[in-house]
């Protein structure tokens, strides 16, 4: 039995030195080791030396140094030092993780230039941290949606930086100030684009002609399918002109306005082309079929404060509303009858409901009428038999 108790206190020894071990590292590295304590690496018993090598449990710098150390100082190593683990099958199977992330770096801008020898590139650390590495959906984490435009723009809005690759710096403020950025950081809507949805993630490289519509049609289905079914894929593509971009710009896209239609085909076509015109056009059927539709959507309203019964109106005001969705992607067929055809469908219902329901308020006077007139001769008619009765009693 004593033989046993020694051997658990010897346990409990080596355990505790272990433990200890595994902080050594932290003696001469405080900042780091408070950042690493509130990291994923931490959660998973991920140590020092995993990335580093080296000796933890020594706290003498030239002993903890020595052997397989690597310092990492030289950016270069990074990624494939990341890669020793997440390129591993069997360490990532158990977490569902991609092996594949390092060969797609590889492939990407940035890749490419560390492997030409441009460490100013980015590289692991650069995005998820060097020691507080969290998961993406750790709201506090440099790669959570809303913090991508952020991350990104440590880089890309350094204009010294980027000046010395002909890139603008100015793209991340464009995209804060689009309609993608205000819904994703304003708005909070979580599957609003951000940069890597266009660009990428690991493979990160900005798409070029041919691919656009792709990526934007990841998002925008039914546009893109009404864009492949026009004439422009195939004269833009043959023109080196990027498509969804040439018109609705790539960082800085705003909330489309229907009224600008006509212009944006007169900025390629010309003022009095044919383009132009059909431009106005579709634009028109869209305003007046949104006018339409707010008439009867009011009107309705009306009506029911005038205890009409209009759930159905209403319903069908709906449906209009429905059909009229379907007509600003059907402008990127750039023909003007399929525009024609869901706008007249749309406009035709909120005029029927326009029509029903000032057919019924139109018929409540005289309904109203009619019943004032039956309430006072019945009315009369009682105060006539009252009197009689009080004649006719002694």
Request: charged content about 25%.
């Amino acid at each position: 039995m004593r033989r046993l108790w020694v051997a658990m206190a010897v346990a409990g020894l080596v355990t505790l030195a272990v433990a200890a071990a595994a902080e050594e590292c932290g003696v001469c590295h405080p900042q780091e080791k408070v950042a690493f304590a509130d990291s994923i690496h931490e959660l998973e018993e991920v140590g020092c030396t995993s990335c580093h090598g080296g000796d933890g449990g020594s706290r003498d710098a030239d002993r903890a140094h020595r052997g397989d150390f690597r310092s990492l100082t030289n950016r270069g190593r990074i990624p494939a030092a990341c890669a020793s683990c997440h390129s591993d099958l069997d360490k990532m199977r158990a977490y569902n993780l991609p092996v594949d992330q390092f060969a797609v770096y590889q492939t990407s801008q940035h890749g490419r230039a560390v492997a030409r020898g441009d460490t100013r590139a980015a590289v692991c650390t650069d995005c998820h941290e060097a020691h507080s590495i969290r998961p993406a959906e750790d709201p506090r984490s440099s790669i959570h949606p809303r913090n991508v435009p952020a991350t990104c723009g440590r880089c890309h809005s350094d204009a010294v930086l980027m000046s010395r690759y002909g890139n603008d710096s100015g793209v991340v403020d464009e995209y804060l100030e689009s309609v993608h950025g205000h819904a994703l950081l304003i708005d909070g809507n979580a599957a609003a684009p951000n940069c890597n949805n266009c660009h990428g993630v690991h493979g990160a490289t900005p798409p070029g002609v041919g691919d656009v519509d792709k990526i934007c049609g990841a998002c925008h289905a039914e546009t893109r399918r009404a864009f492949l079914d026009g004439p422009h894929p195939e004269a833009m593509r043959a023109a080196g002109i990027s498509e969804c971009a040439s018109c609705h710009s790539n960082h800085a896209i705003e909330r489309f306005d229907l009224g600008a239609t006509e212009v944006l085909c007169a900025d390629c076509h010309g003022d009095e082309s044919p383009q132009a015109e059909l431009g106005r056009k579709m634009a028109t059927l869209i305003e007046a079929a949104a006018k339409e539709i707010e008439k009867a959507e009011t009107l309705a309203t009306e009506g029911e404060r005038m205890a009409l019964h209009v759930e159905d109106y209403l319903g069908r005001v709906e449906q209009a509303r429905t059909f009229l969705t379907e007509a600003p992607p059907l402008v990127h067929t750039v023909r003007l009858q399929p525009v024609e055809d869901v706008t007249r469908r749309a406009q035709s219902i909120a005029e029927e409901v326009e029509h029903e329901i000032y057919a019924k308020l139109d018929r409540r006077p005289a309904r109203i009428g009619l019943v004032l007139f039956w309430f006072y001769l019945l009315l009369t008619l009682a105060i006539l038999f009252s009197y009689r009765r009080r004649r006719a009693s002694p």
